[in-house]
């Protein structure tokens, strides 16, 4: 339960700090900076934290952009 319940929590808090940004920028970085801390210490509990990182700064970066686009009105 608790490995898949971190990942989801991570996720979602993820995209509610990306959202904090005002530019794409901020909102991509911060997004990225989150994701890829967020993948180390998730990665850390397997085998492999520097691939959780870059797993993580990944998903970050996307979900940065997710939110840019939705803060922007470009889609719902």
Do not use: W, Y
Not at 17 to 42: F, H, P, Q, W
Not at 47 to 62: P, R
């Amino acid at each position: 339960m608790k490995q898949i319940l971190f990942p989801a929590v991570a996720l979602v808090l993820t995209l509610v700090l990306a959202g904090c940004g005002n530019t794409t920028g901020a909102r991509v970085s911060s997004g990225t900076a989150i994701g890829a801390a967020t993948g180390a210490i998730i990665g850390s509990f397997g085998a492999d934290a520097g691939a959780g990182a870059l797993i993580g700064a990944g998903v970050g970066a996307l979900g940065g952009r997710l939110v840019d686009e939705h803060a922007k009105g470009h889609f719902d």
